[in-house]
């Protein structure tokens, strides 16, 4: 069965997160996944991806194309930092590299953020990194990157592209 284009682009966050690394100019190597419960044990910069509702921009005049549907779609990127006894560097400086890194993969892939370019998952007509979300659980800390998709797919069939 084929994947609908909103499922390869959360395929496409996922590979696109998983470029982060310090090979490739990073602060860390990031881990990445996607998954299908909640768990109590997170590691240290590790990158959880969770979607909210697709919006369906279908009654906002202009957005429309003859044939085409158009989507906004948020996903948080969750990521973890674990305080380390043995780390110098103060908690929240180790937050401000791990937002700043999971932003600057986002943006650095001209394939995904380009607008109106199709890429291996359809059409994304824009990427937008939206205010992030800090949150302070009493066993991890971390910050929540948000990034907004807009993407097209065929009017009639959200499997196919437009």
Not at 4 to 18: F, H, R
Not at 123 to 146: A, K, Q, S
Request: net charge negative.
């Amino acid at each position: 069965m084929a994947d609908p284009i909103i499922e390869k682009i959360a395929q496409d966050v996922l590979a696109i997160i998983q470029t982060a690394t310090i090979t490739n100019g990073y602060n860390a190597n990031y881990t990445v996944e996607r998954r299908n419960q909640r768990a109590d044990a997170e590691k240290d910069n590790h990158v959880i991806i969770h979607q909210m509702y697709v919006d369906s921009l279908q009654d906002n005049a202009g957005d429309d194309v003859v044939g085409g549907r158009t989507y906004r779609q948020t996903f948080w990127l969750h990521t973890y930092v674990v305080e380390s006894e043995g780390s110098s560097t103060p908690i929240d400086n180790r937050i401000n590299i791990a937002r700043s890194d999971i932003e600057k993969v986002m943006l650095s892939d001209p394939q995904f953020l380009d607008s109106a370019r199709l890429t291996p998952s359809g059409t994304v007509i824009d990427t937008r990194i939206m205010p992030p979300e800090t949150w302070d659980d009493p066993r991890y800390e971390g910050i929540t990157v948000v990034v907004e998709v807009q993407y097209r797919t065929a009017y009639e069939d959200p499997f196919k592209e437009r």
